[in-house]
């Protein structure tokens, strides 16, 4: 199996979805229509598409918008699930923390987003929810590692 990563991820309460995404075990729609779960499996934010997490997290404009501003933030260019691949990024053993985490913190708020948009009706914006990213892994990174993030204070 691919390496997911998850021994660079440091935000619990994300590493469980992140590495549900990664084995394609979130239960997303096509996933629920295909053992039968239900019908339709229409994507429940833009209703244009079949919901899978390649869908949620890397197709859907609005979460396209996410990733943009996380790409440009971390100089990085995740385009889909299948290009996170932590093991082949030419990066410092920091830097590959600092991607791994916030794309763990990404993942797991475009899906709290999902949920939100699901049961509530609502939708935040990609800046709003991208701030949110930015300040949790802020702090998960400065917790463990305060005098690295000086090296890559600029990015906050
Ligand atoms: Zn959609």
């Not at 991820?9 to 469980?16: L, N």
Request: proline letters at 4%; charged letters at 20%; aromatic letters at 12%.
């Amino acid at each position: 199996m691919e390496q997911t990563g998850l021994e660079q991820i440091y935000i619990p309460k994300a590493r469980f979805v992140y590495w549900m995404v990664m084995l394609n075990r979130l239960k997303t729609r096509d996933r629920l229509k295909a053992i039968s779960v239900i019908d339709d499996d229409l994507c429940p934010m833009c209703g244009e598409a079949s919901e899978s997490a390649d869908h949620i997290f890397f197709r859907y404009p609005w979460s396209c918008q996410c990733l943009r501003i996380l790409n440009s933030w971390l100089g990085t260019n995740i385009s889909s699930l299948s290009s996170i691949k932590p093991s082949k990024w030419k990066v410092s053993k920091f830097e590959k923390k600092t991607i791994t985490t916030s794309l763990c913190s990404l993942i797991y708020q475009i899906w709290n987003a999902r949920n939100d948009s699901v049961w509530n009706f609502k939708l935040i914006l990609p800046s709003v929810l991208m701030q949110s990213v930015k300040l949790e892994v802020k702090h998960q990174l400065y917790s463990l590692y305060p005098h690295c993030v000086k090296d890559v204070i600029s990015l906050f």
